[in-house]
């Protein structure tokens, strides 16, 4: 792949990088596809337990879409474009797998909500970060409007997006929107070792736990609470939850299998 690289990491983790440094990662629709290939691969794969999307250089994770290319689309064309950057933004949302976004530069417009998409964001210090549509006339179409406000609340989703502001990391860190602000050059590693962390434990119990997160944070409390205890029922009969048992009587690692 000429756009888009993944790496099979030690301890059931992988890596997908972005390699249009030259575009600033842009989102051009060949790297869209390249990014979808690798996601059929990985939804596939029940040796990748975590998963860290991440980007070459050391200037853009991602600035979103590629307007170079959609100055080119046909008007007519132009949601169908947008409506591809979003699904595909769904599709990383959508890995049962935890998803990691290690952001090694900026991240602006469908670049942020890209990252949105992931479960967790380590970011360099560097960085800065925005939802930048309203600046271009046009909104975030790729999820930002929704998943910027269940992230960080109404209000707070509203200024940003509305002022099409690009704000630092340590601001986006105390908004929410960054859960980790670490130097540059240990990005990858503290990504890693993250990724590591969680892939210790139970990879079935893991997809079960983003599934009732996911899922119930759009409902009623109600409706979540059951969702969970759907969750945790399908966890009940699995040879990992009696391996975990027994691991802790004999005071040792578990060694988990995924069944």
């Not at 879409?65 to 007519?76: G, H, I, N, T």
């Not at 269940?150 to 960054?178: D, Q």
């Amino acid at each position: 792949m000429e756009h888009v690289w993944m790496q099979k990491h030690s301890d059931h983790i992988a890596i997908l990088t972005l390699n249009r440094p030259q575009a600033l990662n842009a989102l051009s629709t060949d790297l869209l596809k390249e990014v979808n290939f690798y996601l059929d691969e990985i939804k596939r794969d029940s040796e990748i337990r975590v998963v860290i999307l991440t980007a070459v250089g050391d200037k853009a994770f991602c600035v979103g879409a590629d307007l170079k290319e959609r100055r080119l689309v046909p008007e007519d064309q132009v949601l169908h474009s947008v409506q591809f950057i979003g699904q595909t933004i769904s599709n990383v949302e959508a890995l049962p797998q935890p998803v990691i976004a290690a952001m090694n530069g900026v991240a602006f417009g469908g670049g942020l909500e890209l990252a949105l998409a992931c479960d967790i964001r380590v970011a360099s210090e560097q960085i800065s970060v925005g939802l930048t549509e309203t600046s271009l006339a046009i909104i975030p179409g790729a999820g930002g409007t929704q998943r910027l406000t269940r992230l960080i609340g109404i209000s707070k989703a509203k200024e940003l997006i509305y002022t099409a502001r690009r704000i630092n990391a340590e601001t986006a860190k105390e908004l929410g929107i960054l859960d980790h602000v670490v130097a540059k050059e240990n990005l990858l590693n503290t990504a890693i070792d993250l990724a590591r962390e969680i892939a210790k434990n139970g990879p079935l119990a893991l997809i079960q736990a983003k599934k009732a997160i996911n899922q119930g944070i759009e409902v009623p409390l109600q409706t979540g609470l059951q969702i969970e205890l759907l969750a945790y029922n399908a966890l009940i009969p699995t040879k990992d939850r009696i391996e975990g048992l027994q691991a802790f009587t004999e005071k040792r690692s578990p060694r988990y299998q995924g069944k």
